[in-house]
């Protein structure tokens, strides 16, 4: 939390300060609205600063000066994160905004006028992905594994702990460490600040940062020579047509899905495609109310689910 009330000007830093510790640690989200109140949220409550009988209205000159302190007083640095709608800071938390959005030539150049911050706090989960490994894997080998769930179900926290423990390997298991490409679209896996990740992945990770998904696993697979590909929220015609391509080229596939379970996700052509054909070997749906996924062996000549719980 240090990286994220470090861009937070003084005058609310010092109220989330006042915070109580469990609440404090086990935020989630920071938003702050242009003469609206900030909201602290956890996972299941919203707070108001410093309380909801007298909130702080974030003001006009507070967006300006936390556009400066996440800037280091040059926004200039930052045209290429505005153009996305976000941006990662130390630690690998992510600040999305909202504001008034530039077009050039049909294309969003930024935003200005900045008036809403979304913070993401982002906390490593290591072990979280321990209980799921006997259940992806098939005489020492990885299997292409989809990991389906709603938002914050916890399917971008599942991914960021399998890459490590697909690239530490396992004596235990046998399980040799793996060559491991994860291709981070939205900077939410590995939350790389100028490249370097902010999570702990092990030596054998390379990250191909802010790269559309399409174009990386193509990029990894030519120059890093990578085992396994780990990719995040697939949907696209052409995110799709690459995971082919990655998988005939002999790499295993590791990607997550917005969805609520596999019937959900199938019903994208797109995605029932992957399935239907065998890409996927297994299935993980996750749900946000329950701690542990249901994890679905998929037959790969006829697609069926056989189900284990890890």
């Not at 556009?67 to 926004?75: D, F, G, I, R, Y």
């Not at 998904?213 to 990029?219: D, F, R, T, V």
């Not at 990719?231 to 790499?251: P, Q, S």
């Amino acid at each position: 939390m240090k990286e994220v009330l470090n861009v937070l000007p003084e005058s609310i830093r010092s109220l989330a300060l006042q915070l109580p510790n469990e609440i404090l640690n086990k935020t989630e989200e920071i938003r702050l609205r242009v003469n609206r109140p900030v909201e602290i949220r956890t996972h299941n409550k919203t707070y108001m600063l410093p309380n909801e009988k007298n909130p702080f209205i974030f003001k006009e000159s507070e967006a300006g000066l936390m556009m400066s302190l996440l800037s280091q007083h040059s926004v200039y640095r930052l045209e290429e994160e505005l153009k996305r709608g976000y941006l990662t800071i130390s630690g690998g938390h992510r600040v999305g905004l909202a504001g008034r959005v530039v077009m050039e030539k049909g294309e969003v150049k930024g935003i200005r006028d900045i008036s809403s911050f979304n913070i993401r706090i982002a906390r490593q989960k290591q072990g979280v992905a321990y209980a799921y490994l006997p259940y992806i894997q098939r005489r020492g080998n990885w299997c292409h594994t989809l990991i389906i769930g709603p938002p914050k179900s916890g399917k971008t926290t599942l991914l960021r702990d399998l890459a490590r423990e697909i690239s530490i390997g396992s004596k235990s298991r046998k399980i040799e460490p793996k060559n491991v490409g994860i291709i981070d679209e939205r900077s939410e896996i590995a939350g790389s600040v100028k490249g370097v990740p902010q999570h702990d992945f092990g030596v054998k990770i390379d990250i191909l940062d802010a790269c559309p998904k399409a174009e990386g696993l193509m990029m990894m697979i030519r120059s890093m020579s990578p085992e396994v590909l780990i990719v995040d929220e697939i949907g696209r015609k052409e995110d799709c047509e690459a995971i082919m391509e990655a998988v005939h080229a002999g790499v295993t596939i590791f990607a997550s899905v917005h969805g609520e379970n596999l019937n959900d996700v199938k019903s994208r052509p797109t995605i029932a495609r992957l399935i239907n054909e065998g890409f996927f070997q297994r299935v993980i749906e996750l749900k946000v109310t329950t701690k542990e996924g249901l994890v679905r062996k998929l037959d790969v000549d006829r697609p069926r689910t056989g189900v284990g719980t890890p």
